[in-house]
C-alpha cells in the first residue's frame, strides 16, 4: 500500500514546528516502510525530520545537516526489517540509526 500526505505543502516558518499526518485506516503490522521526503527550504541545516509511528517511536531521518542547502528530496529505503515492525512482533529495536541510502 502507499499512503501520502494531504495536507502538503505547507509554508516552515523559522523556528516552528510543523507536522503533517497520514491517516491509516486499515489495522495491520507494517512490512515495509519506504519514507520519500521533497522538501524546500532556505536553509536545510536547519531542518530536523521525524518519522513517528502510531505508538509513538520516532526515528530522526534528517537532523541539521545539509547547511545552506535548499532541498531535501530523498527516500528513506528500508531493505531490513524496519523498527516499527520489529515493535509489533516484540523484538529488539535498532542499533544505529537511518540514513539516506541505507536501511531504516
Known sequence: ???GATDTPQAILDRATLSSTIQISEAYCIGDVDVDIDITHTY???LIVDLQSPGGTTVRLHNH????????VQRYDDEAIPRMVRECLGTS???????PGRSL
Do not use: K, L, N
Open 1 to 3: 500500500m502507499v499512503y
Open 44 to 46: 536545510i541545516g536547519d
Open 65 to 72: 545537516t545539509g547547511g545552506s542547502g535548499q532541498s531535501i
Open 93 to 99: 529495536i535498532w542499533s544505529r540509526p537511518p540514513a
